[in-house]
């Protein structure tokens, strides 16, 4: 199971709370200033009610009655205006704040060093993506503003309770034993309890995604019964922390129920033995009973959105978690390399501690040269790949470049130095010109058409529908494989760091046109020091050294000719991938023959005829000593 993203602590989701309502002083202002205007007028009408009460019960003109009456009229009606302006702030305030809030995900998101999305798996940021986006949405939409204007609102019916008579105010703490304990009781538990019924969601998204992803080997290998098992376990583990919330939900909610009934009842009891006992006159009577019933809705509102705030800062800290435990950007100046040259000592690395991948590898790497990493399936090749490109850092030794570890440099300023293009590639909603020119957003059409051929695209790019304004993506002009394969070369092209580190980058085209794409590549990118990870040897074929990688370690390295003549590991491998044979292992004499090579290409041999080779792409090679050949 992946491990999860870290989680904010309640600390950190307060400061950053704060901090972002802060940035928009006038707003929240604003918004505070209609709701509290909103509140006084309403808390006008009671007043006035216990006094046309009043003024009836002594008597008075019909005429006081009458504007006692169109008072409360007006002060309703301003109530009502005032109340639609307040939620109009607040509803631009709440979307300014969760713009802000989404804008700074999107951007901790993409500071991710590659190996942290890899290592908690792409279930638990979907989820944080999606699921906890949307609950902070609607906490910020809905549950702060509504929490926001009840506050504003009980404080000041309380407040206007004592204006009319402080004894009349006191019945409210009948409510204070009961509500006091249980929602502290339900604040202590509840943010471990959301944070663990979101965190199940990440478990069980993670666990489909991976279901999904990989269904044809799941099929392949008839673990159907096992994944849906995995998938129970998981959909079990997300009921018993949904029950777990429920349960605090089903204890808290009758205690807030109970809590604003009792002071009404208080309010109306002990304000009718004070009136009988002429302590309190009827208006104030009829206007703290208002009131009184005036403050459940505020509370009401309060509490019930407080279990919404509990969700939403559930969500807040698993967001700002996203970027949480990497390296704090280092103070001072950036360090410049001096010089583009990657040495690499005493390098070790593991994915699980105490399961070592590579042990001890030291390598130097000049400006401009070429180097081919080689070796069976398995050995660290691609691990040794990404190390030098910086996705992973080491477990033990350093690489670095210009004399500066990669660990020193800022994603932006390492990328600029050193580019990994892997066999996995996106394409990105928009034009295939879009595409090209991401890393770049200020380049011309020269620039992308001159990145788009040194990749043999540009050809097939300009006779798509729109030419290079076709939109591409989901829901655009579907690209193929080799495609997009040759659309994200061609912007490692236009970008143009000094260190390429190719990883199977043109695995997804034929054999020729494969080679075809690297030799165009390597007149564009002259004088940069490339890294190929390739099975394929012709790339090792035209490199200037080759390193053998076997169990994690260079068990040889320099040139082709040099590897050949030493007739060891990668002598090996190239007689095998290239079709020679040593005595023992010729097919006889008059028939045909087929073996299976290292690299999984099919060799056959006609009777009679010549040794041939028959490629992924399905061409057939000269596949004899001495013979053409592709490469």
């Known amino acids: 199971m992946s491990a999860l993203l870290p989680v904010a602590s309640t600390a950190e989701v307060r400061r950053y709370a704060r901090d972002l309502f802060r940035r928009h002083p006038r707003a929240l202002g604003v918004t505070v200033g209609l709701h509290a205007l909103a509140a006084v007028a309403g808390l006008v009408g009671p007043r006035l009610l216990g006094e046309l009460v009043e003024s009836i019960q002594h008597g008075r003109g019909v005429s006081t009655v009458d504007r006692l009456a169109a008072l409360i009229a007006g002060f309703v009606v301003l109530q009502a205006v005032l109340i639609r302006f307040a939620y109009l702030a607040s509803a631009r305030l709440g979307e300014r704040v969760l713009a802000g809030l989404r804008e700074e995900f999107v951007e901790r998101v993409l500071a991710l060093p590659l190996s942290t999305v890899e290592r908690a798996g792409s279930g638990d940021l979907l989820t ?116 777990a919330t429920l349960f605090l939900r089903t204890v808290w909610f009758p205690i807030v129920e109970l809590s604003w009934v009792l002071p009404v009842v208080a309010t109306l009891l002990v304000g009718g033995a004070l009136y009988l006992r002429g302590t309190v006159t009827l208006g104030q009577l009829t206007a703290a009973v208002v009131y009184a019933q005036m403050l459940v809705d505020p509370v009401d509102r309060l509490l019930s959105w407080l279990d919404e705030l509990q969700v939403g800062a559930a969500s807040l800290a698993r967001l700002l978690g996203v970027a949480e435990g990497e390296a704090e950007p280092r103070a001072g100046a950036v360090p410049v390399p001096a010089g583009t040259g990657i040495e690499v000592r005493g390098l070790r690395f593991a994915y699980v501690a105490g399961r070592e991948v590579l042990h001890g590898i030291d390598l130097t790497l000049t400006p401009g040269e070429r180097l081919a990493i080689v070796g069976p399936s398995g050995a660290g090749k691609s691990t040794l790949g990404r190390l030098l490109a910086g996705v992973h850092q080491p477990t033990a030794g350093t690489i670095t470049v210009g004399g500066v570890s990669l660990d020193d440099l800022p994603l932006d300023r390492l990328r600029a130095e050193v580019a990994l293009v892997s066999q996995e590639h996106h394409v990105f909603i928009g034009t295939v010109r879009d595409n090209v020119a991401m890393v770049r957003p200020g380049a011309g059409e020269h620039e992308v058409r001159t990145a788009l051929a040194a990749v043999n695209a540009l050809d097939w790019a300009l006779t798509l529908p729109a030419g290079l304004d076709t939109e591409v993506g989901a829901g655009g002009h579907s690209l193929s494989s080799a495609q997009a394969q040759q659309i994200a070369l061609a912007r490692l092209v236009l970008a143009d760091p000094h260190t390429l580190v190719l990883d199977e980058a043109t695995s997804l085209l034929d054999p020729r046109a494969a080679r075809d794409l690297e030799r165009s590549l390597a007149a564009v990118l002259h004088g940069r020091t490339v890294v190929a990870i390739a099975h394929r040897l012709f790339s ?56 299976t090579t290292a690299g999984g290409d099919a060799e056959r041999t006609p009777a009679g005829g010549d040794a041939q080779r028959i490629t992924a792409g399905g061409n057939a090679e000269p596949a004899i000593a001495g013979a053409d050949r592709a490469d």
């Not at 069980?204 to 990989?214: I, Q």
């Not at 990688?549 to 082709?560: A, M, N, P, Q």
């Open 128 to 243: 944080r993506t999606t699921r906890d986006v949307d609950a902070l949405s609607r906490c910020v939409r809905l549950a702060v503003p509504e929490t926001m204007i009840a506050m504003i609102v009980g404080i000041l019916v309380v407040a206007a309770m004592f204006a009319v008579t402080p004894v009349l105010a006191l019945p409210l703490l009948v409510a204070v034993p009961i509500l006091v304990p249980g929602t502290r009781w339900y604040l202590k538990r509840a943010p471990e309890a959301y944070l663990k019924q979101n965190a199940t969601y990440s478990t069980v998204t993670d666990g489909l995604a991976e279901t999904v992803e990989g269904a044809r080997t799941v099929d392949a290998l008839r673990r159907q019964r096992q994944r849906t098992e995995r998938t129970d376990t998981d959909l079990h583990r997300s009921y018993l922390a949904e029950r």
């Open 540 to 595: 090792a074929h035209d490199a200037d050294r080759v390193a053998v990688v076997e169990d994690g370690r260079i068990t040889e390295l320099g040139s082709h000719d040099d590897l050949v003549a030493a007739n060891g590991s990668y002598a090996a491998l190239w007689r095998s991938w290239h079709g020679e044979r040593t005595p023992a292992e010729r097919i006889p004499a008059g028939g045909d023959g087929e073996r």
